[in-house]
């Protein structure tokens, strides 16, 4: 009888040295890893196992640079040759909230249980880890921010070393992370996109939710394919684990008694971002509330049933994506707004509990709670079709002026091919000119965003100079320009205030100064004149207003600023 305690003994000494366990091993689920233990954790395991290698990349807010995890059973860490070999790659991102680090200690595990062979990782799944994103917040380490939280005992904190939130910032690229995560994602161009995250909201039975990628940003062929087939294999593959999984509840926004809709996540998270690459992108989010063992286990056996779905649906899979990547080459109109569709939907099982109300010790006044003596299942109504609202025609080119660098650099951290003017060019565009707009009066991620944006439209020779960006609309990127460039779009860079300095006039006049001119400008332009008395004739109240009538005539006059209000980047037709 001693010999196999023995050997029972010895065989988890070795497995413990040989496999490494992860901080929460050790701390039975109670506690996450710090950044620090994390990446030297992987670090150490390279060392040891060759199917794993660990690439410096680009600089974080946080002074200290992005790794990046290559695992592949094959020894193999170049995404070129993984396409080649028609594998499936899967980006992994964790910490991206560092106080939500359920994903960071589950990636720890599963690389290991790989290159240990407690499960093998199939021959057509390459898989990449970024094991902490943010990070300056998972340096900013506390056990109190995540008020709503049930475990881990410490952890990072939402914003970065400039306190933003990082799944704010895809388009905008305000942080160092961003831009590095840029360069990684094309770089490995994933077929999968996985962000690990944990909820917050209302209570209920469910352990993890599960945000898609909108089906119809992916287009008819790759989205109906996620839509019809690949997703429901994950809800399959969790269920077989004992995780009933369901989309994300945004209880903020649902009225349960009219049903959900889907998250609908534009192009500055990290899912909308992904999207216009005709990436798969994924947000699973545990539930705050359940158990950090719990939690970090179910976003474990979401990671081995994606890549079980993966490897079974690969060729397909990929099939589809380079269809979707072909079809956005030849694709003449593009949308800038979706609205969900309300005519289609399915019903999904829902498990929460009854709402109820007791005094609180707080406030001494009423409170409402979730009771737990109370389950139930119910079936809402789920809408998970959107319509596109607004369709523009691809031009055949963007021209960018040089001097909007800013711009310019974002797009080639994506990807994007530009060339410039050898010489100085009159070329005829299509301008816009800004008519209305509003912006948001508190800040948003350093920004006060611009929205309800109309623009008029006109065919006009513009002087163009030399090293002006000529960015032509046949290359894979066309999705991601038109929305980028485009200013009614929801996150366009005229969005984010890229172009601000458009919307100041800088130039004026003296009333005293100006009547005279305005008269000399009057006599040489009857057309004025007949535009001037039409409007006075509409506008009393105008006709009596001296000021009014000036400005009139100034805005209308070659006098007038013309890089007031005009959107700087023009379309060729």
Not at 43 to 72: C, F, R, W
Not at 89 to 95: A, D
Not at 200 to 224: F, R
Not at 435 to 447: F, I, P, R
């Amino acid at each position: 009888m001693k010999q196999p305690v023995l050997f029972i003994s010895f065989s988890l000494s070795f497995i413990v040295s040989f496999a490494q366990q992860t901080t929460f091993e050790k701390t039975n689920g109670t506690q996450t890893a710090t950044y620090f233990e994390a990446v030297n954790w992987y670090k150490d395991l390279a060392k040891q196992h060759p199917e794993i290698a660990v690439k410096t990349m680009g600089p974080t807010d946080a002074g200290y640079p992005l790794n990046l995890v290559l695992v592949s059973a094959d020894k193999t860490f170049d995404p070129k040759t993984w396409r080649k070999q028609n594998k499936v790659i899967i980006l992994i991102n964790n910490g991206i909230h560092p106080g939500e680090p359920d994903g960071i200690d589950a990636s720890m595990m599963l690389v290991r249980d790989i290159v240990s062979k407690k499960i093998t990782l199939p021959k057509n799944v390459a898989l990449a880890f970024i094991p902490v994103y943010n990070i300056g917040g998972a340096l900013n380490r506390n056990s109190y921010t995540r008020a709503n939280q049930n475990g881990p005992e410490a952890y990072g904190f939402r914003g970065n070393a400039q306190n933003l939130d990082l799944n704010r910032d895809f388009t905008k690229n305000d942080s160092k992370e961003a831009r590095s995560f840029a360069q990684i994602f094309h770089f490995l161009d994933p077929d999968i996109l996985i962000d690990n995250h944990v909820s917050d909201g209302a209570d209920y039975q469910h352990t993890m939710t599960l945000i898609s990628t909108q089906y119809e940003k992916l287009g008819p062929v790759l989205g109906s394919w996620l839509k019809e087939t690949f997703e429901p294999a994950i809800y399959a593959g969790m269920a077989k684990k004992n995780w009933e999984l369901i989309p994300y509840v945004d209880f903020e926004t649902t009225d349960f008694s009219k049903g959900m809709k889907m998250f609908y996540d534009p192009p500055r998270y990290y899912s909308g971002y992904a999207a216009l690459f005709n990436t798969l992108s994924f947000m699973p989010e545990t539930h705050m509330l359940k158990p950090y063992k719990d939690r970090v286990r179910s976003t474990y056996d979401l990671m081995i049933t994606f890549i079980e779905t993966a490897s079974a649906n690969a060729q397909a899979l990929l099939q589809k994506r380079a269809a979707a990547k072909a079809a956005v080459l030849q694709q003449a109109q593009f949308p800038l707004k979706w609205i969900p569709d309300t005519s289609s939907l399915k019903f999904i099982t829902f498990k929460g509990y009854q709402r109820d109300s007791t005094l609180s010790e707080a406030t001494g006044l009423q409170k409402m709670f979730y009771d737990h003596r109370k389950p139930f299942t119910a079936q809402l109504k789920y809408f998970d079709t959107y319509q596109s609202a607004v369709l523009i025609k691809k031009p055949t080119a963007y021209i960018i002026p040089q001097g909007w660098y800013e711009v310019v650099d974002i797009l080639k951290l994506n990807g994007v091919v530009l060339h410039q003017l050898t010489k100085d060019s009159i070329i005829t565009v299509t301008g816009y000119l800004i008519d209305n707009y509003k912006s948001m009066t508190t800040a948003y991620e350093k920004h006060h965003r611009n929205y309800n944006v109309q623009v008029t439209a006109s065919q006009k020779p513009v002087n163009f100079l030399k090293g002006d960006y000529i960015v032509e609309l046949n290359q894979p990127a066309n999705r991601y320009l038109v929305e980028m460039l485009e200013p009614t779009a929801d996150d366009s860079f005229f969005a984010w205030n890229f172009f601000d300095g458009i919307l100041q006039q800088k130039e004026g006049y003296s009333d005293y100064r100006w009547e005279d001119i305005a008269a000399e400008v009057l006599k040489k332009d009857p057309a004025l004149q007949q535009k001037l008395a039409e409007k006075k004739a509409a506008d009393p109240a105008f006709a009596q207003n001296s000021r009014a009538i000036l400005d009139f005539i100034y805005k209308n006059s070659p006098y007038f600023e013309k890089a007031y209000l005009q959107y700087p980047v023009y379309r060729m037709e």
